[in-house]
T-cell receptor, first 117, second 115 residues
């Protein structure tokens, strides 16, 4: 159990276009989902926290107008990179929070490799 | 959330136990110890977590010292597929409420399992 999927697994786009990435929790409902970004040879950096039915909370330095997050259901969150530029090329990973017993655990998707030309 | 300290790299022979240490001397009473691993170009995989008691699941064992200032992740019989970056993270865990316990990833330990 606790499977999280992402689509697409990789995408190449032209500079100035927008790209949408989907994150789905397949076998559990997630009130909270998270979006991370990872540059080569670096660790994961949290971009934003997404709560179902409300606005996302962005980390300091992350442009909310550039990285649009929608969490419309308990199993789906989307990240849209608007007007993408080469510096946005990165590995984007989502996670979904699952409650079991007295604690919660984040389960991660496989990631989406974005390349902006 | 409290910070953690891990060795940057470790080696282990295939079939032997891999013991990965983690120091978290500033951990608070309501913070759990979580372990994840990331194989190259994949999303992190959850391994195990605990508060103060030792924990075991099908993947690994987690040993937490009595003062909770350090812990050890044990992979009992390492295989080549266990080669990955292992992250030790401490965070608050919320039961049934809105999660606000962020996962802050450090540099982790690069575990290399060799034949």
């Amino acid at each position: 159990g606790a499977v999280v999927s992402q689509h697409p697994s990789w995408v190449i786009c032209k500079s100035g276009t927008s790209v949408k990435i989907e994150c789905r929790s397949l076998d559990f409902q997630a009130t909270t989902m998270f979006w991370y970004r990872q540059f080569p040879k670096q660790s994961l950096m949290l971009m934003a926290t997404s709560n179902e039915g409300s606005k996302a909370t962005y980390e300091q330095g992350v442009e909310k107008d550039k990285f649009l997050i929608n969490h419309a259901s308990l199993t789906l969150s989307t990240l849209t990179v608007t007007s993408a530029h080469p510096e946005d090329s990165s590995f984007y990973i989502c996670s979904a929070d699952r409650y079991m017993g007295r604690t919660d655990t984040q389960y991660f998707g496989p990631g989406t490799r974005l390349t902006v030309l | 959330d409290a910070k953690t300290t891990q060795p940057p790299s470790m080696d282990c022979a295939e079939g032997r136990a891999a013991n990965l240490p983690c120091n978290h001397s500033t951990i608070s009473g309501n913070e759990y110890v979580y372990w994840y691993r990331q194989i190259h170009s994949q999303g992190p995989q959850y391994i195990i977590h605990g508060l103060k008691n030792n924990e075991t699941n099908e993947m690994a064992s987690l040993i937490i010292t009595e003062d909770r200032k350090s812990s050890t992740l044990i992979l009992p019989h390492a295989t080549l597929r266990d080669t990955a970056v292992y992250y030790c993270i401490v965070r608050v865990s919320v039961a049934g409420g809105t999660s606000y316990g962020k996962l802050t990833f450090g540099q982790g330990t690069i575990l290399t399992v060799h034949p």
